[in-house]
């Protein structure tokens, strides 16, 4: 009766050697390719790969201030979200203590099935602001997006809009109402955005279901 000799070969990858089944034909298959390929190529791969890994690394989103006076100050850099469907963004100077919120442009439900994200669209490049129009209820404030290219650049900007001349916003009510965005609410009652009243309120206000 014929076996076929079973074993473990340490087999070359990316990131060192690891131990594979092998039988005696993998063995010389493999001992060849070893000897056969000059190791400034095997050197040359595993750089490729590390390069391919650290691009699709991801971005770190930060708000530092949601007040646009504040923003050059506080060195608020401008944050990507084109095509993200589900951006990360921390809020507040110490950001790193925080968790980070995942923000979203529009959901839908084509032919009645389960919702889906809509990614941002190409070329929204700004940062996040607290807006409230003085002549409306503070109740009505809401969280933004202004495109433009930097804080300084902010009154040349123009705010994201998810319909024609509908502005894209997260309304105050969600962000006090919303555990997913504590760190906006401590970061709008930290900067003096809304007052304990007005966060009482809100919290007071029953949630529309449905």
């Not at 504040?70 to 944050?79: F, G, I, K």
């Not at 968790?99 to 190409?122: C, D, M, Q, T």
């Not at 965005?181 to 930290?190: A, K, N, Q, V």
Request: hydrophobic share 35%; net charge positive.
């Amino acid at each position: 009766m014929n076996h076929c000799r079973q074993g473990h070969l340490r087999r070359f990858t990316s990131t060192g050697f690891i131990a594979a089944p092998y039988t005696s034909m993998h063995y010389f298959r493999s001992l060849a390719w070893l000897i056969s390929v000059p190791r400034k190529s095997i050197t040359r791969r595993i750089e490729q790969r590390r390069l391919k890994s650290t691009r699709t690394q991801t971005v770190k989103r930060v708000t530092k201030t949601l007040i646009p006076e504040r923003m050059t100050p506080a060195n608020q850099e401008c944050c990507d979200f084109s095509n993200k469907a589900r951006p990360y963004v921390y809020f507040g100077a110490n950001a790193s203590a925080h968790r980070p919120i995942a923000l979203g442009y529009v959901s839908e439900r084509p032919n009645n099935k389960s919702f889906r994200a809509v990614p941002f669209p190409e070329g929204t490049f700004g940062v996040l602001y607290y807006y409230h129009d003085r002549t409306h209820p503070a109740v009505s404030g809401n969280l933004r997006l202004r495109i433009c290219d930097s804080p300084g650049s902010f009154g040349r900007g123009k705010d994201l809009e998810q319909g024609i001349g509908e502005p894209w916003s997260v309304p105050l009510f969600s962000l006090i109402r919303s555990p997913c965005y504590t760190p906006i609410r401590r970061l709008l009652r930290m900067e003096g955005l809304v007052d304990n009243g007005l966060v009482s309120y809100l919290e007071q206000l029953p949630l529309l279901i449905g």
